[in-house]
């Protein structure tokens, strides 16, 4: 069987990475070659759509956003999976909520807008409130906070947004659960994330639940998913609202590359090809650093690796400023102990000018 | 960095796939193209050995007898980790009995013969033995047992012989550890291993370690070691003698590839990287069956999988008789539980028939 990813970057890789020892090929279409095109048994760029998705047998992804119609034909072939539906949701931030918000999913109140002006007139309604454009914002970008107690005066780019209520929460978390075609899933444990400027910087695992799985698992089964799924949250005094999901695996997950029964690119792969999902287990409270606009050298590597039960994610992209390079894993005997190795490892990369690189 | 591996076989496949992470560009020279080709970011045949050696940081191999030309120009070039030294004591088994004679490693009894009458007007010294001829010997092949109490008569090939008196045994076992420049040891969970027809069954861990660790260690040193040693080991009534070692990954220690702070393969990597290693937790009881000569095909890989807590290592070699082709990592919460999913997993692979396979 060969199976196809659509996009090239780290996540590509690690899937890759993670799977080959199942025995399929992969190949791999972009627009222009990441880190995983070395490990891909073929690469397809510009113009080869067809030519990629005719040689797989199933198509998957590892960005929903690569390639508008190496989508369409893997979709028309029969071979996409996850399927069509959780991608389209996924196109429009408006369509996304509204879809949440019709099944009684927890969510921040939100309204519609389609021009700046509009938006900035409805956040007036939530006080303190986040514009987001409904397209092509990532990591943060195409996003903007408002507070009408702080100034009278705002401007955004002109655009579609949607207008949302700013929640205030104690922590964001995320869960990440596998599908398979049976219907059955299988969930990680949760994460709580902390982002550094719109970006995810620290993850760690175990945390409280507070009913996120039973959230996941519905999302999943409305969404008749398949593969893994990532739900992020706010968790507010021990209540959880979904902020998005991801219908792949995903950065919050990368934790479960150590100190864990099965990591979330493995799962994924079993769980598109029809495999049996493993039951995630977590061994150890494990977590990750994500390395962001810093370059990796000799003494650097040798440095983080030398805080014992550190693994290293090193994507071999080139070095920008605010772009994921790599992570760190990190495992620990208990939570406190994990606390302070991410501290450590942090303090590693970025030292005290944790800004220069972001 | 760029990393050469000697040997583009599974033992290199995982070698790449489990230190991709680390950021190190890698190249492989071998013979004929085998798993890890499609993973390397460059390949070498023969003739191009020096090519291989130039463009390469450092080289290390994933067996020993893949091109002398190679090895000779690697360590020329102070670039071969580990070193000459224990390469050159496998290339004659009776090289590598005297150094470990000499070292007064606990061995069995043995006597160097230059000639097939020689070698079994020898062995009546012991009267059960194992003829072994000095070179060329492996999976149990240019073996041959002699037990003057059975039989009056054998024929064996002319060729050079270690004469060993045959070791009555309760189990087969092995210890791999990771010595970095510094003299760092640490060392892996000692495994059990089962043979059938000369060639490694299944393994698991954790052993007793009945002073293996200690033995190992000691051997390590003696050979200024870096990288990644395994030590064969015969144990009777709770003593350990040495079988053989080898100075590389080895198939009884896939089992750190699954339930594992680290496995063997990145360890290596490590180790001969310069890179601090990681001390080895074993999470669970964890173990393998290996797969030989018997075919992959998605049902079989379905039924293997549904044995909850298994991994699969498909290698993706050509199907042959008494071919290692894959192998299955299994973890579970006991000890007594893991023999039973090796049994489970051994029958769904081999059911009663094993020895078409072998």
Same mark, same amino acid.
């Not at 207008?163 to 700013?166: A, N, Y």
């Not at 997950?253 to 029964?261: A, N």
């Not at 920008?320 to 994921?324: D, E, G, S, T």
């Given at each position: 069987m060969r199976i196809g990813i659509l996009g090239s970057g780290q996540l590509g890789f690690m899937m890759i990475l993670e799977s080959r020892n199942l025995g399929y090929e992969f190949a791999t279409f972009d627009i222009q070659p990441g880190p995983s095109r070395a490990i891909s048994d073929a690469y397809f760029g510009p113009g080869s759509e067809k030519d990629f998705v005719d040689s797989c047998d199933i198509v998957t992804f590892e960005?929903?956003?690569?390639?508008e119609t190496a989508l369409m034909l893997a979709n028309q072939e029969e071979k996409?999976?996850? +399927?069509?539906r959780s991608v389209d949701l996924k196109r429009d931030r408006l369509r996304e909520k509204t879809f949440l918000r019709e099944g009684e999913f927890p969510i921040a109140d939100f309204e519609p807008a389609y021009s700046a002006e509009e938006a900035l007139r409805k956040s007036r309604r939530f006080g303190r409130s986040i514009l987001k454009m409904?397209?092509?914002?990532?990591?943060?970008?195409?996003q903007f906070r408002v507070d009408w107690g702080k100034s009278s005066s705002y401007e955004v780019p002109d655009a579609s947004y949607v207008?949302?209520?700013?929640v205030d929460f104690d922590h964001e978390a995320s869960l990440i659960l596998a599908r398979d075609s049976s219907g059955k899933k299988v969930s990680f444990e949760p994460a709580i994330n902390v982002n550094h400027r719109g970006i995810l910087l620290t993850s760690s695992t175990p945390a409280k639940d507070h009913g996120m799985g039973q959230i996941a698992g519905k999302l999943a089964d409305r969404l008749d998913y398949r593969g893994v799924l990532a739900v992020e949250f706010f968790v507010k005094d021990g209540v959880p609202i979904v902020n998005e999901f991801a219908p792949r695996v995903h950065n919050? +997950?990368?934790?479960?590359?150590?100190?864990?029964?099965?990591s979330q690119f493995e799962q994924h792969i079993r769980a598109i090809a029809g495999l049996p999902l493993i039951k995630p287990k977590l061994f150890q409270p494990s977590g990750i650093v994500n390395i962001i606009g810093r370059e990796m050298n000799d003494h650097l590597r040798r440095k983080i690796l030398s805080v014992e039960g550190t693994r290293l994610y090193w994507y071999g992209k080139e070095p *920008? *400023?605010? *772009?994921?390079l790599g992570h760190v894993n990190i495992i620990a005997d208990t939570g406190e102990e994990l606390e302070k190795k991410i501290g450590a490892v942090k303090d590693i990369i970025y030292g005290k000018n944790i800004d220069d690189y972001f």
């Open positions: 960005f929903e956003h690569v390639s996409l999976v996850p +399927g069509i409904t397209t092509g914002g990532y990591d943060g970008k195409g207008v949302e209520e700013l919050s +997950g990368h934790h479960t590359l150590h100190g864990s029964s099965v *920008r *400023r605010a *772009r994921k």
